[in-house]
C-alpha cells in the first residue's frame, strides 16, 4: 500500500479534492491520509462535511486577521512535524494557497514527492492575483507529478522548462464536485418575487481590498437602481477588509441580499439559478460556465483564459463603469446574453480525479516494485 498524504486548507481546495480522495480510497492500493491545515476555518469544515471528509490530522492553524508572514511560518513548522510523523509515500496539494506553497516547501524538504492538482495557470503578473501568482509558480517548481486541468496550462508548464513526460491534463476536479453537488438538488438560498433576476455576487480577493474592492461594490448598487428587476445575492467574505467595506456600501439596500458565505450545496443552487454572476474568484469561472451562466469577472488579469477565448466568460477589470456598462449589456440584450449563456466548459468531463489515480498508481507502483 502507498501512503498518500492528501493536504487542504480552505474552502476551494476542499471543493477540489473531495473527488480525489473519493478516487483514491475507491482503490485497493493507496492509503490515504488528509491533512487540513484549517488556513480558512469555518468555510473548510462546510465543505468536509458535505463530502464526509474527517481529516486524519488539523492544525487549525487560522488566527484573526493573520498575516502572510505569520501564517506561512507557523504552517511550515508544523508541517514538518506531520510530514516526519505521517512518513506518506506522496503528498498531494491543489491549487495556488499559502497551504499549497507551504506543504510542497515542506514536502520538499522531506525529500517526499508532490503532486500538484491544477497545476499551471498562470497570468504571469506577481502582483495578480497575489499572492497566488507566486504560490503556483513556486509548487510547480517543487512538484513532481504536474496535474495540469487544460491544454493551455500544459503549454505554460512547457515554457517554463518542466520535463513533459511529468504533466497529465486530466481536467479540473471542480466539474466533478460540481457535477456530483447538482445532482443533489440543492435549494436556493433566498425567496425570489416573480420575473426577478438574481446577480450572484462574490467578491473578496486580497489584490482588491481598498479602492477596486469600492468600485466593484458601487457597480453592484447602480445595477440594482437601474434594473428594477434585478435582485442581488452577496455571500460576504468575514475579512474584515471585505466586511466592513461591504456592509458600509451595501446594507439596507432594497433588492441586494448581504449574507454570510454560503455552505458550497446552497451556493452550487445559487449559481444554478442564477441569471449572471460578478465574481473576483478562481473557481466561479470554472464551475459558472458548465451551468451555463456568464461571468463577469472582476479583476484585471486571469489565470483562466480557456472560458474567455469560449465567450462564455469575459474579464471586465475592477472599474464602476465598465462593470455596469457590461453587466447591462447582458440584462438589457437578449442576444448578448445568449451569446455567454451556452453551457460551454473548457475544463472537464468530470473525470479528472479517475485520471489523477491513475496516474499516482502507474507512478508509485512502479517504484515500489509493483
Known amino acids: 500500500m502507498q501512503r498518500i498524504l492528501v493536504a487542504v486548507g480552505t ?37 468536509l462535511d458535505l463530502f464526509g471528509i474527517v481529516p486524519d490530522v488539523d492544525l487549525d492553524i487560522m488566527r484573526p486577521n493573520q498575516s502572510l508572514p505569520e501564517l506561512t511560518a507557523r504552517l511550515l513548522a508544523r508541517l514538518d512535524e506531520v510530514l516526519a510523523a505521517q512518513a506518506p509515500d506522496a503528498v498531494l496539494v491543489q491549487g495556488d494557497t499559502t497551504t499549497v506553497m507551504a506543504v510542497a516547501l515542506a514536502a520538499f524538504y522531506r525529500r517526499i514527492p508532490v503532486g500538484h492538482v491544477e497545476a499551471g495557470l498562470r497570468t504571469g503578473d506577481m502582483d495578480n492575483p497575489f ?85 466593484m461594490l458601487a457597480a453592484i ?25 461591504a456592509r458600509a456600501l451595501l446594507a439596507g439596500i432594497d433588492r441586494v441580499t448581504l449574507c454570510p458565505p454560503l455552505d458550497y450545496l446552497p451556493f452550487v443552487a445559487a449559481m444554478q439559478h442564477a441569471h449572471l454572476i460578478l465574481t473576483d474568484s478562481g473557481g466561479v469561472q470554472e464551475e459558472a460556465p458548465a451551468l451555463g451562466k456568464p461571468v463577469l469577472v472582476m479583476r484585471r488579469e486571469t489565470e483562466r483564459p480557456e472560458a474567455v477565448a469560449a465567450g462564455v466568460v469575459k474579464l471586465v477589470g475592477c472599474e464602476c463603469d465598465a462593470i455596469v456598462a457590461e453587466a447591462g449589456r447582458l440584462l438589457d440584450d437578449p442576444a448578448a446574453y445568449a451569446a455567454m449563456a451556452r453551457g460551454v ?26
Open 345 to 370: 466548459s473548457p475544463y472537464g468531463d468530470g473525470r479528472a480525479a479517475s485520471r489523477i489515480a491513475e496516474v499516482l498508481r502507474a507512478s508509485l507502483m512502479v517504484r515500489a516494485g509493483s
Open 221 to 245: 448598487r447602480t445595477l440594482v437602481e437601474r434594473h428594477p428587476d434585478v435582485h442581488v445575492l452577496y455571500p460576504v467574505h468575514p475579512n474584515p477588509n471585505v466586511e466592513g467595506p
Open 11 to 47: 474552502r476551494p481546495e476542499a471543493i477540489k479534492m473531495a473527488p480525489v480522495i473519493a478516487a483514491l480510497r475507491a482503490t485497493d492500493w493507496a492509503e490515504v491520509r488528509v491533512l487540513a491545515t484549517a488556513q480558512h476555518r469555518g468555510m473548510l469544515d462546510q465543505v
Open 131 to 215: 499572492p497566488e501568482e507566486m504560490n503556483r509558480v513556486v509548487a510547480s517548481r517543487l512538484a513532481r507529478w504536474h496535474f495540469a486541468p487544460t491544454e493551455g496550462a500544459r503549454s505554460n508548464l512547457i515554457r517554463e522548462g518542466l520535463a513533459d513526460a511529468a504533466i497529465h491534463v486530466t481536467g479540473n476536479t471542480v466539474i466533478d464536485a460540481l457535477l456530483d453537488v447538482s445532482r443533489r438538488s440543492p435549494e436556493v438560498p433566498i425567496d425570489l418575487p416573480d420575473g426577478a433576476r438574481l446577480i450572484l455576487v462574490t467578491a473578496h480577493r486580497r489584490e482588491n481590498f481598498g479602492a477596486p474592492l469600492a468600485s
